[in-house]
């Protein structure tokens, strides 16, 4: 069985620090993508990282996809409040781009 | 436009009864995927349903699971004979597929499942 192991699983820190978040396997995947998600909603697609080595930005979130496609993470930069909220990560297994493999998350709170 | 609605919001249920949760997708969306969200679990894939063609159902935990698509649209997940262990969040997914691409999920907001 294909597992995607995220760490830390809670994470704590101020505003204005510095995260990152870690998504793991033994396993490669053809790409992956990473959610938010808030209490009482679903998760929301944030980004997807296809290549090996791809670097993509989003505003103060970096996500890097490692060059063997088994890891990722997710950097944060001068965390805010409303940064606040579970991350996922989820992977398409190569040959089947249908079904995601997720990771059990990142709880992630940032104090004011 | 709308994105994807699940109904109820939270439903609260006897062990043994039956409960029906329901899941209207984006318009024009082709796929539809169930998850479970379980404390300390992580997403775990339930059945997805792609058009026409027969519906994967290998996420399905038991026989006491359904789930139909009408029309290609609306979805229906059927829990019988309920669980303590069925408490969970359910949640639903469509997407516009495109053969060779990467699929991009849309969620609905859940319905929240207790079990007594």
């Known amino acids: 069985t294909q597992l995607l192991e995220q760490s830390p699983q809670f994470l704590s820190i101020q505003e204005g620090e510095n995260l990152t978040v870690y998504c793991n396997s033994s396993?490669?995947?053809?790409?992956l993508q990473w959610y938010r998600q808030e209490p009482g909603e679903g998760p929301v697609l944030l980004v997807t990282v296809v290549t090996g080595g791809e670097v993509k930005k989003l505003k103060r979130l970096t996500f890097q996809f490692g060059d063997a496609r088994k890891d990722s993470s997710l950097h944060i930069t001068a965390a805010q409040p409303g940064d606040t909220g579970l991350y996922l990560c989820?992977?398409?297994?190569?040959?089947?781009?249908?079904?995601?493999?997720w990771g059990l998350g990142t709880s992630l709170a940032v104090n004011p | 436009g709308a994105g994807v609605s699940q109904s109820p919001s939270n439903k609260v249920t006897e062990k043994g009864k039956d409960v029906e949760l329901r899941c209207d997708p984006i318009?024009?969306?082709?796929?539809l995927y169930w998850y479970r969200q379980s404390l300390g679990q992580g997403l775990e894939f339930l059945i997805y349903f792609q058009g026409n063609s027969a519906p994967d159902k290998s996420g399905l935990p038991s026989d006491r699971f359904s789930a139909e698509r009408t029309g290609g649209s609306v979805s229906t997940l059927t829990i019988q004979r309920t669980q303590q262990e069925d408490s969970a969040v359910y949640l639903c997914?469509?997407?516009?597929?495109?053969?060779?691409?990467?699929?991009?999920?849309?969620f609905g907001p859940g319905t929240r499942l207790t079990v007594l």
């Open positions: 318009s024009g969306h082709t796929a």
């Open positions: 989820a992977g398409f297994n190569a040959g089947n781009n249908r079904k995601l493999i």
């Open positions: 396993s490669v995947f053809s790409s």
């Open positions: 997914a469509s997407s516009f597929w495109l053969r060779g691409g990467t699929d991009t999920q849309y």
